[in-house]
């Protein structure tokens, strides 16, 4: 293979990069077809109860309203694994917020005019929407999300934490937090006959269409569904959401084309968000640090429509030696949202607990945090007892503390001081496990030298069009500008969604088959290729079907240093660096992006995100960006990501590990572990605002 093409994406610039700053990019919400009209749905006002009556008489006398859809004249819809999705089927409310019309319009404006105006009479019932450790109606589910066991234990954990030299038994709790990606969830549908044609804001497009034809009895060759420019999803768009569902119905009952656009207000009661968690974790140790024991207890919540346990347990089973062991994830559902996939679900919360019991531990133990988590490195995953196909945890926490400067640290709490403001740095440590799911991809030579790469992937804003370009032309060995890429259109072949940091591992194994297959095929061929080309396809489905008899995750490191004013008890990050373990890096300038917005986000989740459940009108009272602090550029003034070389053959063809998540798993840890070093005073909730501080601080 020539050295051209032998890492064809670093360096290289967005593929989608102009189109974005130009305004041509078309999102959802951009696809207005000839005669669209527009629906706006309408949320119920109470926390349970049932719809008695809608007055829909008046507000259809208004002008410019065509329609309003609700349990009694709404389209049925066919079966479906997701029930959040049966929208308009029955007089059921389940939780505040809960669709119960759709009111369908010439403009925008009319119909949220008149969908405000819509009168709603309801049988309001008792509610109960708040979480506790000691809820009476807690129950262990089987799994958890992602099909984990929600309980597994090894050894004889009681027996081994009593006997042990050091003891950690703590408890950590998160609020829920919600995913408030930039470009609302909008969906546009149009039917012709018996075919639909959906633009929607969605991580797959695929999948979406699946779905889609199975509520609508229809085949899936039937729909097709473009999802080519979303703006973020975090998750949220993981699963598809009700204005899919809601615009495909609105546009079929009126006959013409339907856009529906949620206004953010409405995002938090329905398209998911991290269930809140209370985790008890207990560590046994010996007098040098080294784990015996360890417990992690997670409570959480699920909503009576449908189930989804957050598995935040699940990382302690990877993580650190730990010969005796109990995790454990037990739920309860209240009339609430349902929770959903927010960016790296599960990880996110349980390694917030996790490390920030391993700084206790630290402390016990009197031995560096650094230290205290090399010397518990295992060589194998301590939970299935596979070797690693890689681990480079290590790797990242002695490279993290060389360029972070770490040695010569005062491990001493609150002896750094400035003024009023109190000095301190924290590490905690990160994972991510490597998932893949089947997909399919086409790649095809034209007479022309110029080379077509189809799947249906989707670009949430992670630079899948560049990262797959540089696959393509790696495996077909020509220059990068050689190749075009088509995605996020339901008619190219299958592809999974774009989450749980797998879309480029699952996508690039079938580009990378395709093109390898092709390449072949191109090979045997004299002479020049026919007008209509060369194609080649492939399908992952036997590969990825394959157990690994390895366990496969990536690892890294977070160091952050901060100052926490004495006077008003706000804290500021100075600096954060992060390291990571993700086996080889496919785009630099894109992966960079994808650790730094991750450790962002992860600064909110320590610092200033945090959803309130109300007990009366249970309901989310941040329900925009005025409430919902997401931090800004200021909000960090330096922050750095890195990583180490990894190379690790039992992944894919790439030896790519996913980077989309793990960038927030650790940081918030990472943050708390500073502000307790900079004050002595050790929070156990997030996020650790000034009202929660200061009070400490003036003891």
């Known amino acids: 293979m020539t050295s051209r093409s032998a890492d064809p994406a670093t360096g290289a610039v967005r593929r989608d990069a102009r189109e974005k700053v130009t305004g041509e990019a078309r999102y959802a919400v951009d696809r207005t077809p000839p005669g669209c009209l527009h629906a706006c749905p309408v949320p119920a006002t109470v926390p349970r109860g049932r719809v008695t009556a809608v007055r829909a008489d008046e507000v259809l006398r208004r002008p410019g309203v065509h329609a309003v859809l609700t349990h009694e004249n709404a389209p049925r819809l066919g079966e479906c694994d997701d029930p959040t999705l049966l929208l308009l089927q029955d007089d059921r409310v389940p939780h505040r917020g809960w669709y119960v019309a759709v009111v369908v319009a010439d403009t925008p404006e009319n119909a949220r005019a008149a969908a405000e105006a819509l009168e709603v009479e309801y049988a309001v019932e008792d509610h109960d929407v708040l979480l506790r450790a ?41 609020s829920a937090l919600h995913n408030h990606p930039m470009e609302p969830h909008a969906s546009t549908a149009r039917w012709e006959g018996d075919r639909l044609t959906v633009h929607d804001s969605s991580q797959g497009a695929t999948t979406v269409r699946n779905v889609l034809a199975g509520l609508f009895g229809l085949p899936p060759e039937r729909i097709t569904v473009v999802s080519a420019f979303v703006g973020g999803g975090f998750g949220s768009k993981g699963t598809p959401r009700p204005p899919a569902v809601l615009a495909s119905m609105a546009a079929r009952h009126t006959g013409r084309p339907v ?3 949620l206004p953010r207000r409405e995002l938090a009661a329905v398209v998911g968000h991290r269930a809140p968690t209370i985790q008890r974790l207990r560590i046994g140790a010996s007098g040098e640090g080294v784990i015996t024991a360890l417990s992690h207890e997670v409570v959480t919540q699920t909503s009576t429509v449908k189930e989804f346990v957050e598995q935040a347990a699940v990382p302690a089973r990877t993580m650190y030696t730990s010969p005796h062991s109990f995790t454990g994830h037990r739920v309860v559902a209240l009339d609430v949202p349902s929770p959903s996939w927010m960016r790296a679900p599960g990880e996110a919360s349980g390694m917030y607990a996790l490390e920030a019991a391993m700084d206790e531990l630290a402390e016990a133990a009197g031995v560096d945090p650094v230290e205290l988590r090399l010397r518990n490195d295992p060589d194998e995953e301590p939970d299935s007892g596979k070797p690693f196909s890689s681990r480079g945890l290590a790797a990242c926490l002695r490279e993290g503390a060389r360029r972070f400067g770490w040695e010569g640290r005062d491990p001493r709490p609150g002896v750094r001081r400035e003024g009023d403001l109190l000095w301190g740095t924290g590490v905690a440590s990160a994972t991510y496990p490597v998932m893949l799911s089947p997909s399919k991809a086409s790649a095809h030579a034209g007479p022309d030298g110029r080379y077509t790469v189809r799947v249906d992937a989707t670009d949430i804003g992670t630079g899948a069009r560049t990262v797959l370009a540089g696959i393509a032309a790696e495996a077909l060995d020509v220059p990068l500008d050689a190749v075009r890429v088509e995605l996020g259109d339901s008619d190219l072949p299958d592809a999974p969604v774009a989450g749980g940091s797998s879309g480029t591992g699952s996508w690039g194994w079938a580009v990378h088959k395709a093109c390898t297959a092709l390449r072949e095929e191109l090979a045997g061929r004299s002479g020049p290729l026919p007008p209509g080309g060369v194609t080649a396809e492939a399908d992952t ?3 990825t079907g394959r157990e690994s008899p390895y366990a496969r995750h990536a690892f890294g490191a977070h160091f952050a240093e901060v100052r926490v004013d004495t006077v008003t008890g706000e804290v500021r990050v100075h600096r954060m660096l992060g390291v990571f373990a993700a086996g080889r890096i496919l785009s630099p300038r894109t992966a960079r992006s994808q650790f730094i917005g991750g450790m962002t986000m992860g600064l909110g989740m320590a610092l200033t995100e945090h959803s309130t459940m109300d007990a009366v009108f249970g309901d989310y009272t941040e329900r925009d960006l005025a409430s919902y602090h ?70």
Do not use: Q
Request: hydrophobic content about 40%; overall charge negative; charged content about 25%.
């Open 630 to 699: 997401v931090p800004a550029c200021a909000d960090v003034p330096a922050i750095e990501a890195h990583w180490v070389d990894e190379h690790d053959p039992h992944l894919n063809p790439m030896g790519s590990k996913g980077i989309g998540e793990i960038g927030i798993v650790g940081t918030a840890a990472a943050i708390a572990n500073a502000v307790h070093h900079a004050t002595g005073v050790r929070l156990r909730d997030l996020p650790l605002t000034p009202d929660r501080i200061l009070p400490l601080l003036t003891r």
């Open 134 to 174: 000691d809820h009476p109606r807690l129950y262990t589910p089987e799994k958890a999300n992602g099909g984990f066991p929600a309980v597994r234990e090894r050894g004889d954990f009681e027996g081994a934490f009593a006997a042990s030299a050091v003891r950690i038994d703590a408890t950590y709790s998160l």
């Open 541 to 543: 489905g036997e590969e």
């Open 259 to 261: 856009r529906l656009v």
